[in-house]
């Protein structure tokens, strides 16, 4: 009977992985599901208990479930091709409103080769000191009258951004759509949004609205060629992710939570959030590279950056 109970114990906290994954219908468990780095600590402790009584069968068994869980976790880089013919590089960050380094962002994006920067969480007074990167992206929405800061959000590009306009879900979320004209290629439908993190069931429920909304978006408004970015709060190991745009090509990397201020958090300890979906029927470009940068700070997630290309 003891034996039967420490292979139980063993097991419990794998059953209860599988069991909530296929049933994400409460914002806590789909929460829950969404970080492995969890699970994967819990088998650590538990081969760590169980080697202090050198039951070495359940420790090894153990060891291979936190195995299985930390191939869960998200990586920092992804290099999808090595080929990647007339490139253009796009950046997004969420500047994390309580960021007290924002000089350093500044100077960041000034000394960048971004063609286009994504930003979520910009305040006014620091939409305005971003305007001073017009000499670098003179083209730019987000802070011109009338127009203000949509759900915290701006776009800054070395090219043409035309038809730019803002559509909102049914309860008033923010969600910028138009056509960027990148100088190395054919133009893209331009979609960005900031859905809310899923802290609450009323946040939950709105998240999922916004992402709706934007599918609701492309199926009235179809485009070949698209790309969709956000920080959209929804982890890349959640079901909910894998049924997202099906047409589209993704490539998940590690983006929060940055926690520490001075040293490189680990990516198993991280969940993939900040996304760029991609799809390309007529023109065969693809997502060649993508990567999360330590670089600049003073934020809780990682500026992740896209190379894209044919």
């Keep these: 009977m003891q034996r039967l109970l420490l292979w139980f114990i063993v097991c419990l906290p794998t059953i209860i992985w599988i069991g909530l994954t296929f049933y994400e219908v409460t914002w806590w468990v789909e929460n829950i599901v969404a970080y492995p780095s969890l699970f994967l600590l819990t088998y650590c402790l538990i081969a760590l208990t169980f080697s202090v009584w050198k039951k070495w069968t359940l420790v090894i068994t153990s060891v291979l479930f936190s195995v299985a869980y930390w191939l869960l976790t998200p990586v920092t880089s992804k290099l999808v091709s090595s080929e990647c013919a007339n490139s253009v590089m796009v950046a997004q960050f969420n500047m994390f409103y309580e960021n007290e380094d924002i000089n350093q962002t500044l100077s960041y994006l000034h000394n960048s ?114 790309i969709i ?14 049924n997202l745009f099906p047409s589209f090509q993704t490539t998940p990397v590690a983006s929060w939570p940055n926690w520490a201020e001075r040293i490189t958090t680990p990516p198993q300890s991280m ?5 760029l979906w991609l799809k390309s029927a007529e023109q065969g470009r693809r997502i060649c590279r993508r990567w999360s940068s330590d670089e600049p700070r003073g934020s809780d997630h990682k500026l992740v950056a896209t190379v894209l290309g044919y």
Excluded: C
């Excluded at 969940?271 to 996304?275: L, N, Q």
């Design 113 to 226: 080769t971004f063609d286009l920067v994504v930003l979520q969480e910009v305040s006014p007074p620091v939409g305005e000191k971003l305007k001073v990167l017009s000499d670098i992206y003179p083209y730019q929405y987000g802070g011109q009258e009338g127009v203000g800061f949509p759900s915290g959000q701006m776009i800054l590009s070395r090219s043409e951004l035309r038809n730019m306009s803002v559509f909102y879900s049914p309860d008033q979320q923010a969600i910028i759509r138009g056509v960027w004209h990148p100088t190395k290629q054919q133009a893209f439908v331009l979609i960005t949004a900031h859905p809310p993190s899923p802290r609450s069931k009323a946040l939950w429920h709105r998240r999922n609205t916004l992402i709706h909304t934007i599918e609701t978006l492309i199926e009235q408004y179809p485009s070949d060629e698209t």
């Design 229 to 242: 970015i956000g920080d959209f709060n929804l982890s890349s190991v959640s079901l909910r992710f894998a």
């Design 271 to 275: 969940i993939a959030i900040d996304h």
